[in-house]
């Protein structure tokens, strides 16, 4: 059965430090991969996805995540966080096919000291 | 535009009895997915409904769990007989279309607790 495994529960950093969060999955064939983030009060939102092509792909308010097919992960990235970034953090995986229903992780929260 | 929405926001709702959770999709959206999230849980995938039909149920737990869709826009996530084991929030996301590359949009989810 696929999974995601999302290594850490809970980051504290503070503005302007750099934020790397980890996602690995486990499923051998095709996959498409997601990063959804939860403001607090808020809804899941999607903050980026990879289906194809360039392994490292852009989203919103400068986050970033690399695809590394050989070690499946899909680990998140930002230069520098902001106190706004603060929220939960999912990871999430689609097995590629007909159906677009998603496998997420345990989830990251992140806080941000100002 | 109007988002997901789902009713009620907070239901709570002693053991043995029968609840009914409410999403209303975004106008348009034919996909329609239900997760469950368990406190210190990812969502869990549930069931998803393409038009009016349940193109996928594989996530639900068990017979307890029944959902619909009759008319492709409202659905209707019923659980009978609940168990404290089902305190959960609910979530509810649409899309254009089923497939992965439509984004899903999801609503502010159900918080149900069971006594």
């Known amino acids: 059965a696929q999974s995601v495994s999302q290594h850490n529960h809970h980051v504290i950093l503070s503005e302007a430090a750099s934020l790397e969060l980890g996602c690995n999955y486990s499923?051998?064939?095709?996959?498409?991969l997601f990063w959804y983030v939860q403001y607090p009060g808020q809804h899941l939102q999607l903050l980026l996805k990879y289906f194809s092509g360039d392994p490292l792909v852009k989203g919103i308010k400068g986050f970033e995540a690399e695809f590394i097919k050989s070690k499946f992960s899909f680990n998140l990235r930002k230069p520098s966080v902001q106190w706004s970034d603060t929220a939960e953090y999912f990871c999430?995986?689609?097995?590629?096919?007909?159906?677009?229903?998603?496998?997420f992780g345990k989830g990251t929260k992140l806080s941000v000291k100002p | 535009g109007a988002g997901v929405s789902q009713t009620p926001s907070n239901k709570v709702t002693e053991k043995g009895k029968y609840v009914e959770l409410r999403c209303d999709p975004i106008?348009?959206?034919?996909?329609l997915y239900w997760y469950r999230q368990s406190l210190g849980q990812g969502p869990e995938f549930l069931i998803y409904f393409q038009g009016t039909g349940a193109a996928d149920d594989s996530g639900l737990p068990n017979d307890r769990f029944f959902a619909v869709r009759p008319e492709g826009s409202v659905s209707t996530l019923k659980i009978q007989r609940t168990e404290r084991g089902d305190s959960a929030v609910y979530l509810c996301?649409?899309?254009?279309?089923?497939?992965?590359?439509?984004?899903?949009?999801f609503g502010p989810g159900t918080r149900l607790t069971v006594t």
């Open positions: 996301a649409s899309s254009l279309a089923g497939t992965a590359d439509y984004e899903q949009y």
């Open positions: 106008s348009g959206h034919t996909a």
């Open positions: 499923y051998g064939g095709t996959v498409n």
């Open positions: 999430a995986v689609n097995a590629g096919g007909s159906q677009g229903n998603l496998i």
